[in-house]
């Protein structure tokens, strides 16, 4: 490491080799933090009131319908002997439910964000590569192959663990039950709808021959080329449900988007009046201790209801200016006894 | 080296004997029977630590000797064996990359190393060979060879004199680059040698090796054919040492005693051992305490996950099934890996690019020492030379500083400067106007003058009271001979003459009174020639020399001029001529002594005496005498002298300077001011050493002298070990218990009203501290030696042995708080505590390059060492420090979110970042800023550092990485990672997060949070940095943007080779929600708020507030201009 200039060199005279270059030293003095903590205190208030504002219009309704308590119409699906069990669940709603509005579903004590879990997949499969059906890879264990050793498509534990209750919402209007449309598209994110999964191609035409030689995964009643047969772009891997299932949640207690009720009558909103939601109950939660819940929202432009971004931004805000009038007082104290000494 | 090993390890018998018997020139000799060739080692010199074959292993068990990169490597193994959330690439490959530069950077450094050892040991001897000198390298002489050297040549092994040209049987040597000492040292030649080197048939049985330079026992047996054996005993003056140079000899022919490894040079040369600085030391504790973090995290995750899994139907939930690998797993072995897996998953928190960063930082941060203009010489054409970076901040750590006198604090340049005869003084004329004395005599300050009768005679003294020697130069050698100080005149081309004594205060009074127009010619068999003022030349017989020696102080001679009188001439210090001169001449000169003597000037008087014919005979007889005293000649000889040199007139004064170092005083009060205490160790004699230590202000008129040396060990006329133990705990007593307790950040000068003390101690005395006979209590003497000296302002020792110099100064080094030490020296006899000191500072002064190489920092000039300290220094210690806490604090609320999200995924390991992003941050997104800011960051200005010396006080002791701020910084991350964890969680409560109802997964909650952790401790960084320079802006925005980039790029892809697009589109999803814009934002906000309210608040503190009021960022000066 000799880093010595070379005999006779004298070393350079350049602002950076001689530690002169020209600074910038800006001083965080109070003339520069008090205004500033005003400004942004301000700033966060105003911010914090449009946000909590628009979260108070946002309206939602959950229905727990896991059926733990004896008296809910579901708890008849709850025991293991239960099969193509449907329960349904009354509710009334007082008032306009403004549209559009969003059908979520919603889990608790669920770990979709297990490690082992979230691993359990075949990325290459999903995107259509017809190898990986064959050859699913070793992450999707122990749902890689069935017990016949049959490859299994789509593999792993998050899809074979999919989301399988259904909803069907009616409206009881005179006593008749209209159904409510749900729109189970565009709930999915637009890149993993269109680019980051794909289905296979056709094979000889036929879109389940593309799947011959795979199983289904264990816990699905139906093969992933059945999943949608009304509609050939929302079936296999490119159901929508599918997708956002497989985009797995962060936390334990999480919901995800079902449908949207944005057609018809129903375009509007949801009126006012008693609604009938049928459920095809199937999906095992008491298990492991969670429960399911639907929920009913509308959102805004900052997303489903959340109190907690407004109250902060209130709270931040007026912290910042009472630390701006603190910084004030201390400074005008200290002003004067800076005076006293300097004088 | 392995052979050395070996001979360490089965060379006991070589040990065990006392003595080694050497062949000369390796033959034969009648007395042994059969000549076995005893084996020495080779005269190799060896300083490199690989070789070729063994770098590769040895390299790489040196650095997994290192805690974090065994750590490191241990983390990269877990990842290969145990199926962890990482990749094993994530930490394989900056371990690689960690590894492999500096196992490049070593072995660049080695290699060097190599280099120079080959130039010493391929450098071409003669060894006599049949007769004939043969060429040889200098690795090839073997112990028995007879070597021969050439004027200005340097010794290649330790030789004992067998002949020299001269015809006195001596030769001349400087000692120069083992001890410091430049004057000339006569050596011997072992006495009745014959002159025919090839028929000589002799064995030498000496000591085995040992480092004391002036020891050396020995015996050396001749052998002739028809005589009995001759023995002839052998000392230190028989023996010339490797590294001391040829001067004023031809040639001389020597053989060789000690080889390669075992010279006494190489034995006082200590092995480099790799300095660690306190920094470091911080850091290792630092990791220590995160290690602690990062095992109690990973315990408590693993607990928590069985405790979790416990619950009924947790462990195995119907959507997650375990595999069968890992249903067959014993628990206690699935318990061990899940911890490991904590551990890999943790492991961030003490990154591997930390070290990197340092490195890094040490590495391009010293070239702002070697770049730096002001430490430029022009004379020698250099600037500062690195040797090594780890020590940079080191350098703003100092707390003592051992200083070499020679070469270091003086120039090694005696000038002769003012004089004063008879009462009147005579000032000092500059070097331009020499001539002008020769007509119109001195020129005096005062009006009058002394009589010229007087003037001659105080001149003539001094042309004929010394032991000088003239030499004739060739102009070619007027340069080489200025290596050794003395010598010629290059202002005088017409008199290229030099002049060589055994001190260089003779040269210089000989040379003064030439300028005055007496000039020394000469000495030619005993009669002595000067030419005075009137060009005349003047002859005086040289009868005796009463030679200088320190307890005297003082030296005469006596001559006997041309019209028959015989005089004496002495001269000496002030308090050894007084005594003896009529009491009524001294208080006149007293005055103008004292005068000089307080500007830090070396003073003599000169005295002179007529003797008459009686007197000289009764003298002249009892000098004889004495000389051939068999016993006690030394006492006899003192005793003549005294009686000689009595009733004299005192002439005249002198004042000789030792020229400081340019610059000399202001350092060492910089250095003083700046809390350090210096301390002198040098070879040289005391009085030299104390009157260059008052020329240095590190003595003051009112410093009380605490001196522990032969002198005063000696005098009371007790045995030394009384004296020590009495004058131990008086000086103990003085300095240490009745002085108020020392309070920090006092500087010295405003404490005047304690006495200060100085404290002289010699090589003779401390050895006896230190190595105390056996009945004595050795470390009470020692602790209370170090507490003298630390209670002493300044502390000289003097008459130092090189060893014993590193003895000092390991002894500081060891003692309570370990303080850091700092060495400075020119010379190979400061090499040992330049080496021992934590940071070893070479000055390229004229004695040879031995200092330089072996010191960490080389600098042209002792001034230098002053913006070393001071700014370099302090800007390095603040840029580490702070360097070393971010790095911390940064990986700290980067992991601490990923822990906390394990109680949210029911501890299963399951990272919260992405694989790309947890590599990527400590390399790429937050790496380059605090790279910049810690080799860019002036958060005071170089030129207030350097005014104002006491600035340095405030990072003493290492005050930015002590417990407190670490705390501060520990804190501060936590505060942050909650922040971002919880704010994150609390958002994502609804992760229904835009605008047409869809949810966010697990990535982009992790994103969210590290997009706001690489905003935060970003512009965390930006509030620190005090000094933009648009370096700065480029990387702090630069980075902030490529993240950015890299997340879309990232994100925007669907790259092949990943199994799982984790974080395709999440990023532009993100950025589509409005609500992930507010939240990031806000907690921005809300992590920095406690830094800036902390930064405002803090109120300048500390005695120079006002000082530094205009440099301290967070003043409220500026508010007070604002309204």
Avoid at chain 2, 41 to 63: A, H, M
Avoid at chain 2, 393 to 405: A, N, P, R, S
Wanted: proline fraction near 5%.
């Amino acid at each position: 490491m000799k880093a010595g200039p070379s005999r006779t060199n004298r070393p350079d005279n350049t602002a950076f080799t001689q530690q002169r270059l020209p600074a910038w030293q800006p001083i965080l003095s109070a003339g520069i933090v008090i205004p500033g903590f005003t400004l942004i205190g301000l700033a966060f208030i105003g911010v914090g009131v449009a946000l909590f504002v628009t979260s108070q219009k946002i309206t939602d309704l959950e229905i727990d319908y896991t059926g733990v308590a004896a008296t809910s119409p579901c708890f008849k699906c709850t025991s293991f002997a239960a099969e193509n069990c449907m329960c349904q669940m009354e509710f009334t709603l007082t008032t306009l439910f403004e549209g559009p509005v969003f059908f979520y579903y919603g889990l608790t004590s669920y770990y979709q964000n297990f490690r082992t879990y979230g691993v359990s997949k075949d990325g290459y499969q999903l995107s259509g590569d017809t190898y990986y059906f064959n050859n699913p890879q070793d992450s999707c264990a122990p749902y890689q192959y069935d017990s016949n050793n049959n490859p299994i498509v789509p593999c792993g534990s998050i899809a074979n663990s999919m989301f399988s209750d259904t909803f069907q919402l009616y409206q009881v209007v005179n006593g008749m039950k209209k159904q409510v449309p749900l729109d189970g598209k565009g709930i999915a994110w637009w890149t993993d709808y269109n680019i980051k999964y794909s289905n296979p191609a056709l094979v000889n035409g036929s879109f389940a021959n593309a799947f011959s030689g795979t199983v289904k995964p264990v816990n699905w009643s139906k093969p992933v080329y059945e999943l949608d047969p009304t509609d050939q772009a929302n079936n296999g891997f490119l159901n929508q449900n599918f997708l956002v299932w497989m985009r797995q949640a962060a936390l334990p207690k999480f919901q995800k988007l079902y449908g949207r009720i944005a057609e018809g009558d129903y375009a509007q909103g949801l009126p006012a009046g008693n609604y009938t939601l049928l459920i095809n109950y199937s999906y095992p939660v008491i298990s492991f201790g969670g429960t399911k819940k639907v929920v009913l929202s509308n959102v805004s432009w900052m997303g489903g209801k959340n109190q907690f971004l407004g109250i902060a931004y209130l709270v931040i805000g007026s912290l910042c200016i009472v630390m701006a009038m603190v910084m004030l007082i201390i400074y005008a104290k200290y002003k004067f006894t800076d005076d006293d000494e300097d004088m | 080296m392995l052979r050395r090993r070996l001979n360490r390890l089965f060379g006991g018998d070589e040990k065990r004997v006392d003595s080694r018997t050497i062949y000369v020139g390796n033959r034969p000799c009648p007395a042994t029977e059969t000549f076995i060739p005893p084996k020495f080692c080779d005269n190799r010199i060896v300083s490199s630590k690989y070789t070729i074959w063994n770098f590769l292993p040895k390299n790489l068990f040196e650095q997994f000797r290192r805690i974090a990169n065994f750590y490191f490597l241990i983390i990269f193994l877990v990842q290969v064996i145990v199926d962890t959330p990482t990749s094993p690439v994530t930490s394989g490959l900056p371990l690689f990359f960690v590894i492999t530069v500096t196992a490049i950077k070593q072995g660049y450094e080695d290699w060097l190393r190599h280099k120079a050892d080959s130039e010493v040991n391929k450098y071409p001897v003669r060894v006599l060979e049949d007769g004939q000198p043969a060429r040889k390298d200098s690795e090839k002489i073997k112990v028995g060879d007879i070597v021969e050297v050439v004027e200005d040549e340097t010794f290649p092994c330790d030789l004992i004199l067998l002949q020299s040209s001269r015809d006195d049987d001596t030769c001349f040597v400087t000692t120069a680059s083992l001890d410091g000492e430049s004057n000339h040292k006569t050596h011997y030649t072992v006495p009745d040698m014959e002159k025919d080197l090839q028929s000589l048939s002799a064995t030498i049985e000496c000591e085995q090796p040992q480092p004391d330079l002036y020891k050396f026992v020995g015996r050396m047996h001749i052998y002739k054919p028809e005589h009995d054996p001759a023995v002839r005993s052998l000392g230190p003056e028989n023996l010339l040492l490797k590294g001391a140079t040829l001067k004023n000899t031809k040639k001389i022919y020597g053989v060789a005693v000690y080889t390669g490894m075992e010279t006494k040079m190489a034995l006082n040369y200590q092995g480099k051992s790799q300095k660690r600085s306190a920094v470091e030391k911080s850091i290792n504790a630092f990791l220590l305490v995160y290690l602690c973090i990062l095992i109690s995290k990973a315990v408590v995750c693993t607990t928590l996950k069985y405790v979790w899994q416990s619950q009924d139907g947790q462990d195995e939930p119907w959507y997650n099934q375990k595999t069968e690998k890992e249903k067959g797993t014993i628990l206690y072995v699935k318990m061990f890996t899940d911890f490991l897996s904590f551990m890999v998953l943790f492991n961030f928190i003490i990154p591997v690019s930390m070290y990197v960063t340092v490195e890094m930082q040490k590495f391009l941060g010293s070239f702002f020492i070697t770049w730096d203009r002001d430490f430029f010489d022009p004379e020698i054409e250099e600037g500062a030379l690195v040797n090594t970076s780890d020590l940079n901040e080191e350098l703003g750590q100092v707390e003592y500083v051992f200083t070499d006198k020679t070469g270091t604090l003086t120039q090694n340049n005696m000038e002769f400067i003012e004089c004063c005869i008879d009462g009147f003084q005579y000032t000092a004329f500059s070097s331009e106007l020499d001539s002008f004395c020769v007509t119109d005599g001195p020129v005096s300050t005062f009006q009058e003058k002394a009589g010229r009768e007087k003037e001659e005679l105080f001149l003539r003294a001094l042309c004929l009271c010394h032991t000088v020697q003239v030499k004739e130069a060739g102009p070619d050698e007027l340069g080489g001979d200025q290596v050794d100080g003395p010598a010629s005149e290059p202002l005088r081309p017409a008199e290229q003459r030099g002049f060589i004594a055994s001190s260089p205060d003779e040269v210089a009074l000989v040379k003064g009174a030439m300028r005055y127009g007496f000039t020394f010619l000469g000495l030619e068999s005993k009669t002595m020639k000067i030419k005075n003022w009137q060009n005349d030349v003047e002859e005086y017989e040289l009868l005796h020399v009463l030679n200088f020696d320190p307890v005297r102080r003082r030296m005469s001679v006596i001559v006997r001029s041309k019209s028959g009188d015989t005089l004496l001439f002495c001269k000496g210090a002030d308090s050894s001529i007084f005594p003896r001169v009529r009491p009524e001449e001294v208080e006149r000169i007293r005055m103008h002594v004292q005068r000089s003597a307080t500007e830090g000037y070396r003073t003599l008087c000169v005295a002179y005496k007529r003797l008459s014919v009686d007197e000289y005979a009764a003298a002249d007889a009892g000098l004889r005498e004495a000389r051939l005293a068999l016993q006690d000649r030394e006492e006899k000889l003192m005793a003549v002298y005294n009686q000689v040199e009595t009733a004299m007139s005192l002439i005249g004064a002198t004042a000789v300077e030792d020229r400081l170092q340019e610059e000399a005083a202001q350092t060492m009060e910089a250095l003083q001011g700046a809390g350090m205490k210096v301390w002198v160790l040098t070879g040289d004699k005391m009085e030299t050493a104390k009157s260059t230590c008052y020329a240095c202000r590190l003595f003051r008129r009112s410093t009380e002298l605490l001196e522990l040396t032969v002198r005063t060990l000696e005098s009371g006329g007790r045995r030394r070990e009384e004296m020590l133990h009495d004058l131990l705990f008086d000086f103990h007593r003085k300095a240490v218990q009745d002085a108020p307790p020392a309070r920090a950040g006092v500087n010295r000068s405003w404490s005047s009203a304690n006495p200060e003390y100085g404290f002289i101690v010699d090589g003779a005395a401390l050895a006896l501290v230190m190595n105390p006979s056996p009945d004595t209590n050795c470390s009470r003497y020692r602790s209370l030696f170090l507490q003298i000296c630390q209670n002493c302002t300044a502390v000289l020792c003097c008459r130092m042995a090189p060893l014993q110099k590193a003895q000092i100064v390991k002894m500081v080094k060891n003692s309570k708080g370990s303080p850091i030490t700092l060495s400075i020296g020119d010379g190979a006899n400061d090499v040992s505590m330049i080496l021992e000191a934590h940071v070893g500072i070479g000055v390229k002064g004229k004695e040879g390059r031995q200092a330089v190489r072996n010191s960490d920092y080389a600098i042209p000039k002792l001034k230098h060492l002053r913006k070393l300290l001071l700014a370099h220094g302090h800007l390095y210690y603040i840029r580490i420090a702070h360097l070393v806490q971010y790095f911390f604090y940064k990986n700290l609320c980067f992991i601490l979110p990923q822990f906390l999200y394990q109680f949210f995924c029911g501890c299963s390991q399951q990272p919260l970042y992405d694989a790309a992003y947890l590599t990527m941050y400590n390399i790429c997104f937050t790496s380059m800023p605090i790279l910049a800011y810690s080799l860019l960051e002036q958060q005071i200005a170089i030129e207030v550092l350097l005014d104002n010396a006491t600035l340095y006080r405030d990072i003493a002791k290492n005050a930015m990485l002590r417990w407190g701020p670490f705390l501060y910084w520990t804190v501060l991350a936590v505060f942050q990672g909650l922040i971002f964890f919880f704010g994150v969680k609390y958002l994502f409560s609804n992760p229904a997060l835009q605008d047409n109802g869809q949810v966010f997964g697990n990535w982009s909650y992790g994103t969210i949070v590290f997009t706001v952790l690489v905003f935060t401790v970003t512009l965390k960084l930006a509030l620190d940095t005090r000094h933009w320079t648009w370096i700065n802006h480029f990387v702090i925005w630069g980075s902030l943007a490529f993240y950015v980039v890299f997340s879309f790029f990232w994100g925007g892809i669907i790259w092949p080779f990943l199994k799982q697009q984790r974080l395709y589109f999440v990023f532009f999803n993100m950025l589509s929600s409005v609500s992930a814009w507010l939240v990031i934002i806000l907690l921005i906000v809300l992590s920095l708020l406690p830094d800036i309210l902390l930064g405002v608040l803090r109120k300048p503190r500390g005695p120079h507030t006002q000082q530094i009021a205009v440099v301290t960022p967070l003043s409220y000066k500026h508010l007070r201009e604002h309204y």
